[in-house]
Nanobody
Framework: QVQLVESGGGLVQPGGSLRLSCAAS????????MNWYRQAAGKERELVAS???????NYADSVKGRFSISRDNAKKTAYLQMNSLKPEDTAVYYC???????????????WGQGTLVTVSS
């Protein structure tokens, strides 16, 4: 079955940078859109960035100019480069593939387990 695994989270100082990775594995035929969501304590989950298979991107206003989403289709991996981090960026970050086709030609939505990013001095 298909799995998304995030990595790269951790503790970083304000103004610092982190790069998150989301590696997909399993019986995958094609991954269309890949998203990064985040959920801060006491807050609802929000969409941070998305990237289509052709590389087109969209960002939440709160991270535009600071975060950059990318993907490597050969590696079946998406990335989120986070720069100029602020304490309000502290959250669990989740990778999401809402429109993934499996090798058995079924279409599914898949979520990763999340990786914690803490921005604090």
């Amino acid at each position: 079955q298909v799995q998304l695994v995030e990595s790269g989270g951790g503790l970083v100082q304000p103004g610092g940078s982190l790069r998150l990775s989301c590696a997909a594995s399993g019986s995958i035929y094609r991954i269309n859109t890949m998203n990064w969501y985040r959920q801060a304590a006491g807050k609802e989950r929000e969409l941070v960035a998305s990237i289509a298979r052709d590389g087109s991107t969209n960002y939440a206003d709160s991270v535009k100019g600071r975060f950059s989403i990318s993907r490597d289709n050969a590696k079946k991996t998406a990335y989120l480069q986070m720069n100029s981090l602020k304490p309000e960026d502290t959250a669990v970050y989740y990778c999401n593939a809402p429109d993934l086709s499996t090798s058995f030609f079924t279409q599914v939505e898949v979520w990763g387990q999340g990786t914690l990013v803490t921005v604090s001095s």
